[in-house]
């Protein structure tokens, strides 16, 4: 009898989970030292969203949960950053992310309008739980860590790349 784990990966869905999920995790494992080696703040485009969104659009809900679950964790356990309280509101914030999405795209089918919304959803959650922890001193930093004008763009940056890769899709 053969008690080892075995993964299905002729699934070609499996496959691109686990190459999407292990490149995730490097991103986000190497962003401060991508950070410091170009002296440019990489976390202003948000690449924990950056990832989930990719997840969004070429893998399946399931992963897409996963990711949103396990990228803020693991960036604590490797850099302690987020602080703890942020880490379980970000985790809150992606999840959130993603159960918008489906929703929405099931509602609106358009996955662009869904990206957009499901983001500005997500945040508007993430900012209204921000200002009652700060106000109650359990997060210390300010209420925006990135500015407001670069999650406007990020986020008009991830809806135009949905849009593009949904047109390639189609063709």
Do not use: C, W
């Not at 990135?146 to 849009?163: D, E, S």
């Amino acid at each position: 009898m053969n008690n080892t784990l075995s993964i299905n990966l002729k699934s070609g869905e499996t496959l691109k989970a686990i190459i999407f999920d292990v490149s995730a995790i490097l991103f986000i494992f190497f962003v401060p030292a991508i950070s410091h080696m170009v002296k440019l703040p990489v976390y202003f485009v948000e690449p924990m969203r950056l990832m989930l969104i990719l997840m969004l659009l070429h893998t399946t809900k399931r992963n897409a949960y996963i990711i949103a679950l396990t990228l803020p964790v693991f960036s604590f356990l490797i850099s302690a950053h987020p602080v703890l309280p942020n880490m379980m509101l970000i985790t809150a914030e992606l999840v959130l992310n993603v159960f918008l999405f489906y929703f929405l795209v099931n509602k609106i089918k358009s996955v662009p309008a869904a990206v957009l919304t499901s983001v500005i959803g997500s945040k508007a959650f993430y900012y209204l739980v921000k200002f009652g922890l700060v106000n109650t001193a359990i997060i210390s930093s300010g209420l925006a860590g990135i500015p407001i004008y670069m999650q406007v763009i990020m986020a008009f940056v991830f809806t135009g790349y949905a849009f593009t890769a949904m047109k390639m899709k189609k063709q």
